[in-house]
């Protein structure tokens, strides 16, 4: 199970979506997002009939007359369902045909102008909510970056540009996932010099998706015929051996013995040169906190039961009266509950 990203920036000329079809049929694509497609409702037929009888396709023309999304997949394989979709993003669930996988797929095609870019941020924390008990992957160009470092030979990056889409990602409980090859995935077309470089293509994965297929490493092959790097993320394997790889969820972070850790750890004194020391370092603190980790899991049921029933004598006592020390406590019951079952990766209705 194969699936493919890209922003072609144009589908128009025969000869792009042969080589786009051929890119697909030899990295064994089953679910392709084109981006930027320019094809106009009257001839995406045709074009479509470039790729081959065995893809079915979905496209946003119902949101633009370019077609800014097209959403294709082997309907042999796949079976995927549309369940919304707006001028920006395209949602859907997909199943494989052996029922081996199931996930909720979102593309993403952020407009230019950034407070257009509102609305998707909105949209994307509403289907965090709706999508959090199922492995979700948010892939496409966001038109946006997340870091500093994300751009160079471009405008200096300030605060402003990355804080929305920061926001986003932490509001959704969304990870990046690990990748390979382009760092950058987008370059300024042309001779410029000095061409400018950013990364706003990016795959992101909930917690859900970030246990089913913990190995998943994306890839950002050479660009080809557009300006943007394709992301293609590889066959999915529900069966592991052997050791996990490790991957750093974002709520450590806030964990009140997270500046301890990564203290304790990178102030010991190792061996070796630098770059070994260096090494020490990081395989220690990563060994503390896949035992925090497992801790918060240990315990995150009780947790989640001992809060269930506090807030529901609380909730019990309101009926009759209330107080304004009454209230904050109900926020701060309910607010305990979310994050501790959002941590736990339990399924379970608050």
Known sequence: MNICTWNVRGLNEPQKAVEIRRFLNKQCINVVALIETRVRFGNKEKVQKRFG??????CTYSHSPK???????????????????????????VVTRDHKFEYFFTVVYDLHIVGHRQSLWSDLILLSQSSQHKPW????????????????NGNVVSHAETRDFLQCVADCDLNELHSTGWFFSWSSEGSDDPRVWSRIDRVFGNIKWMD????ISTKYPNPSLSDHSSIVIPSMKSDHHGGRRFRFLNYLADHTSFEGIVTDSWNMTDRGN????????????????????????????????????ELDSLQTQLRVSSSPQMLAAEIDLVCKLKNTTKKSRIATDI
């Open 274 to 309: 630098l770059m070994e020391q260096i090494w020490c370092k990081l395989a220690r603190i990563k060994g503390k906190l896949k035992t925090l980790h497992k801790e918060e899991l240990v315990h995150a049921s009780e947790k989640i039961e001992h809060y269930k029933g």
């Open 212 to 215: 089913s297929f913990p190995d």
């Open 53 to 58: 009888a065995q893809w079915t396709w979905f």
């Open 137 to 152: 992957v948010v892939a496409g160009d966001f038109n946006s970056i997340l870091y500093s470092g994300d751009r160079i």
């Open 67 to 93: 077609g800014r999304i097209w959403i294709g997949w082997q309907f042999a394989d796949v079976d995927l369902q549309i369940l919304s979709s707006s001028d920006q993003f395209v949602h859907c669930w």
